[in-house]
């Protein structure tokens, strides 16, 4: 029997030279140190004080102990010295283990049987790319702060920064990995396909056509190429759309799951993109770094990852341009919003295929309906001027080998005093996040990798939201809506509107970053939730007609609901959250002491 042909000729051992015992104790060793403050945090294990700022845990039967010794911070933050976390059974002291962690604790953390071997291996891939991570060649903070925009994004070494398992890409094999991880940084071409227009649709924003689309984003040599093709194959240009596809797609997917649609012509191979694209830290969203000033693209990938499969669904690709030409209208015609020089990179087209059978077979939110879809979204790039760069918002919550961090690099770059640097970032970024929900309604998911900082000399001179179709919501009743874009007013209970930014923002980015400032010794604790307290305080002072707004929905109030991200991923780690009922998902345990409130 010949061998099975390998995927990476001639370097399979290279493919999992990343595997080693060191590389892998020290990513063991981070992954149980995020675990114990996570979970911590959620409330899913109560440390017991041992005196000083040391603590232990332990296991569902009592047999092992986890000691360590942590630092406590605002909003219940552990944060966890990595080099002081131990193993104990018996007398003796034992090797750190990941998944064994997760056994021995997996009644505590309410891992059920179906959930907890996909979860084993969630934190095995998030292991196995952090040993790759670990083989690059080492960036200072300060060296990233002031690298490339897409350096910075294939830099990034945590993923979201509360999930434990936060980078599972369950379907990738270890080729793949290298191939499409942002973190591995290699390029890689589209694949395009043609699809019939009677399975397909394509829409798109104002002003927008799908052949002078494709034309900009092919070039007109591809984009004949393409035609030609067709027509060879004695087909008619005409009744087909052209649509990109991720190569891991194609290879895994479509080639076979679609095969009767290829068979029929209903799909026609053309061919690789000319232009080389760049993962983003969101695995699917693909950067030309052929031509930056170019679209993204953003592709359908059946992997699953943090809770969800990462499909994109035909039918609601439908009206996604339109909800961005929405939104976008809002923008610049809202005075704060112009002021803070919001903006938003538009998607500005989609395209989705419609598989009949498939959409016979299952209901609306199945992963077999969210397998060939496509959408183009606007590059950032040409809105530089002068000596303007962009940067992950997620890069703020980076840390260095040492500790370091890219927040405290840029505050030196400035020149500022810490809390000027800090007023600043959050005028650019929270004071559109909470003008949007107290003007509109309107909620965004605005974590790090969401955001993009427009950076001059070091500081925040505005920012940019991405992902906006899928990750926004409209609460309340009285904002208007066009009928194409009603989809995303949501029915959330009064009570639980503001969580929207005591979650998103308060808990699961500025939680992190305060201590990261702290800890470098850049500004004391109370001074940065001062800052942000004021930051609030003076923009409501600005807009006098919304008052009623802020009291009915108090930012200062003493306490909020602790809702966990975990416990939703150790419930369902393959549908996370029902996405046309987000707020019904929610698991909230208890509440949160709001550091706002003292001031």
């Given at each position: ?7 990476y ?6 493919a ?20 114990l ?131 599972g ?17 290699a ?67 479509l ?45 359908a ?20 341009p ?55 979204r ?12 962009l ?17 405290a ?84 209970p ?33 001074e ?68 706002l409130?003292?001031?």
């Open positions: 029997m010949n061998s099975p042909v390998s995927p000729p001639g370097r399979t051992a290279e999992v030279a990343h595997l080693t015992p060191a590389l892998w104790a020290d990513a063991t060793r981070a992954l149980v140190r995020k675990a403050a996570e979970f911590a945090h959620e409330r899913l294990l109560t440390p017991e004080p041992l005196g000083g700022d040391s603590y232990r845990v332990l296991s569902d039967d009592g047999a092992t102990a986890y000691h360590f010794r942590a630092r406590r911070f605002a909003l219940d933050h552990w944060q966890v010295d990595a080099d002081s976390v131990t193993r104990h059974r018996g007398g003796d002291e034992i090797p750190l283990d990941a998944l064994e962690f997760m056994i021995e604790l997996r009644a505590s953390l309410g891992l059920g049987d179906a959930v907890l071997p996909v979860y084993l291996e969630e934190i095995s891939a998030t292991l196995a790319g952090t040993a790759f991570k670990l083989t690059k060649k080492p960036a200072t903070a300060a060296e990233l702060a002031a690298a490339g925009f897409q350096d910075i994004e294939t830099g990034m070494t945590e993923g979201h920064p509360c999930f434990v398992a936060n980078n890409r369950l379907g990738f094999g270890v080729h793949e990995y290298r191939a499409f991880a942002p973190e591995a940084a390029g890689t071409r589209l694949v395009w396909l043609a699809a019939h227009r009677d399975h397909a649709t394509f829409t798109a924003g104002a002003g927008i056509d799908h052949e002078r689309l494709m034309r900009d984003e092919l070039g007109d040599e591809q984009y004949g190429r393409f035609q030609s093709s067709l027509t060879e194959a004695g087909l008619d240009p005409a009744e087909y759309l052209l649509l990109p596809v991720h190569p891991w797609q194609w290879w895994n997917k080639s076979v799951t679609f095969a009767a649609e290829i068979a029929g012509r209903r799909l026609v191979f053309l061919g690789e993109s000319d232009d080389t694209y760049l993962a983003q830290q969101s695995i699917r969203t693909l950067f030309n770094t052929s031509h930056p000033e170019k679209h993204y693209v953003k592709t990938l059946s992997v699953l990852n943090m809770g969800f499969m990462r499909g994109l669904s035909a039918a609601y690709m439908e009206a996604t339109a909800i961005n030409d929405w939104l976008a209208g809002l923008i610049e015609s809202d005075g704060v919003l112009r002021a803070a020089r919001f903006s938003i990179i538009r998607e500005r087209a989609a395209i989705g295929y419609h598989h009949r059978a498939y959409e016979a077979a299952t209901e609306k939110g199945s992963p077999y309906r969210k397998m060939l879809a496509a959408l183009w606007e590059s950032p790039v040409p809105s530089l001027t002068g000596r303007e760069r940067a992950t918002m997620a890069s703020l919550l980076h840390t260095d080998r040492a500790g370091g961090s890219p927040a690099a840029l505050i030196a770059e400035s020149g500022l005093a810490p809390t000027e640097w800090l007023r600043r970032y959050l005028d650019a970024y929270l004071v559109p996040v909470v003008h949007c929900f107290y003007a509109y309604g309107l909620v965004f998911m605005p974590h790090g990798e969401n955001v993009i900082l427009v950076i001059e000399d070091g500081v925040v001179r505005r920012v940019v939201f991405k992902d906006i179709a899928e990750e926004i919501a409209v609460m309340e009743q009285d904002t208007p809506l066009p009928p194409e874009v009603e989809r995303i007013r949501a029915d959330v009064e009570d639980m509107r503001l969580l929207s930014v005591f979650t998103d923002v308060l808990d699961c980015f500025l939680r992190f970053l305060s201590p990261a400032l702290v800890g470098e010794g850049v500004l004391e604790e109370d940065f939730w001062r800052t942000v307290a004021e930051c609030v305080r003076a923009y409501q002072a600005s807009t006098p007609g919304l008052a009623p707004r802020f009291a009915r929905y108090s930012l200062f109030d003493d306490e909020f609901a602790l809702s966990c991200l975990n416990r939703l991923q150790l419930r369902d780690n393959e549908q996370m959250v029902d996405l046309q009922d987000p707020a019904g998902a929610l698991q909230l345990v208890g509440t949160l002491r709001n550091p409130s003292a001031f």
